[in-house]
Each structure stands twice: as C-alpha cells, then as structure tokens.
C-alpha cells in the first residue's frame, strides 16, 4: 500500500513561514489533501487538491505538489496555527485513502 | 450549516460490539460518499470505511474487514458503523466525515466530533 511520511515535528517563531512535508512515491501525480487538528478537536480540512482552500480557511495557508514532496506552507504564522497536520491521499492500489503519520507544529 | 453528529461510544469488553451512529444535516446527505475514520489515543488518524452515496459500494480498511459493517439510511440522514468482535486496539475516537463532491477519490470536507470507544475488560 502506499506510504506517506511526515516529520514528526516542526517548531516556527511567530510571524514566520512553516512549511510541513509529506513525501510519496510520486506523489506529484496524486491529489493530496490537508487536515489541521488543534488539541481536543476534530481535525479540519485546510488544503484540497494541492492547492485549493474550503471557505474560511486563510489565504496564508497554501499547497503545493511535485514529484516526491507534497508541502503545506503556513505564512506569517500565529500562535492559533499550533496544531497536528496531516497530509492524505488516495491509494489507488486499494482503492483507499491513506494518511500521513501527522506532523506537530509547534509555534514558538 | 454543514453539522455532523457521532452518537453510540461506549465502554465495551473485549469480544464485544456497538453501533455507533452519525446523524447530519446542513446537506443534501443522498448526494455524498461518507467514512469512519478513527483516532487511538494520542495517535494519528486511521481510515476505517466509506460508503457509496446509494450505498452501492463500500470499502474497508483490513484491519476491521469483517468485523465492521458501515450502512447508511439516506431517509434519516443518518450513518452507521457495526462492530463485532471488538479488541483494545479498536479503542479510538470514531469520527464521521463527508467526502467531497468527487465521490470516493475526494477530500474529507466536513468532520464530526467523534464519539470515545474504549475496549476494556
């Protein structure tokens, strides 16, 4: 089945740019999809398709996908974006969606 | 609004089984795949099962094929996800979610809160 890895952790002061891998066997040529899950909460989809934000989710968060690497990017990051991300996509050599192991970003 | 709903956790022994139940609203629920997706504690998230918008199709993850059975009765906007044969590694918080409007290859657009299932003697 297919493998998505995460850092376990990323650390960001405030104000500055996160940027969150996840990394697959080509993985440039999948959709991949963003959750965001604050403490206690259920998770919330930031990022879809690659690139493209549900309504309410700020423009400073963005997506991007090539070859290996799939990258959540964060701008000008706020103690409120402290949170568990995690990247996911379809498999389809199950024909399931598959998540990443989740990454902890830790504002500084 | 969008709002989804988990009912039906509970503390099961081992070799047990529950019903656990997701009620919507906010959207046209018949129009939609949806999936169980699960969280151990203090761990990442699990995809456990999904379901066609007519119930047609669905799928499972190996660890609980068999032993789980998703349903939906799109006239109580309701979801549903058995349990049988219970073991602690299905201890977990069980969230519902949507899919998006791509069918089964689609983000999870909208969650619930998750309801607590915790398998214990």
């Known amino acids: 089945s297919y493998v998505l890895t995460q850092a376990p952790s990323v650390s960001v002061a405030p104000g500055q740019t996160a940027r969150i891998s996840c990394g697959g066997d080509?993985?440039?040529?999948?959709?991949v999809h963003w959750y965001q899950q604050k403490p206690g909460q259920a998770p919330v989809l930031a990022v879809y398709?690659?690139?493209d934000r549900p309504l309410g989710i700020p423009e400073r968060f963005s997506g991007s996908n090539s070859g290996n690497t799939a990258t959540l990017t964060i701008s000008r990051i706020e103690a409120g974006d402290e949170a568990d991300y995690y990247c996911?996509?379809?498999?389809?050599?199950?024909?399931?969606?598959?998540f990443g192991r989740g990454t902890r970003l830790t504002v500084l | 609004q969008v709002e989804l709903v988990e009912s039906g956790g509970d503390l099961v022994k081992p070799g047990g089984s529950l019903r656990l139940s997701c009620a919507v609203s906010?959207?046209?629920?018949?129009?939609?795949?949806m999936s169980w997706i699960r969280q151990s504690p203090g761990k990442g998230l699990e995809w456990v099962s999904y379901?066609?918008?007519?119930?047609?199709?669905?799928a499972y993850a190996d660890s609980v094929k068999g032993r789980f059975t998703i349903s939906r009765d799109n006239g109580k906007n309701s979801l549903y996800l058995q349990m049988h044969s219970l073991s602690a590694e299905d201890s977990a918080t069980y969230y519902c979610?949507?899919?998006?409007?791509?069918?089964?290859?689609?983000?999870?657009?909208?969650w619930g809160q998750g309801t607590l299932v915790t398998v214990s003697s």
């Open positions: 979610a949507r899919v998006g409007e791509s069918g089964a290859v689609a983000e999870l657009d909208y």
């Open positions: 906010g959207f046209t629920f018949s129009d939609h795949f």
């Open positions: 379901i066609s918008d007519d119930s047609r199709y669905t």
């Open positions: 080509n993985i440039g040529g999948k959709s």
């Open positions: 398709d690659d690139n």
């Open positions: 996911q996509v379809w498999d389809d050599s199950t024909d399931h969606p598959v």
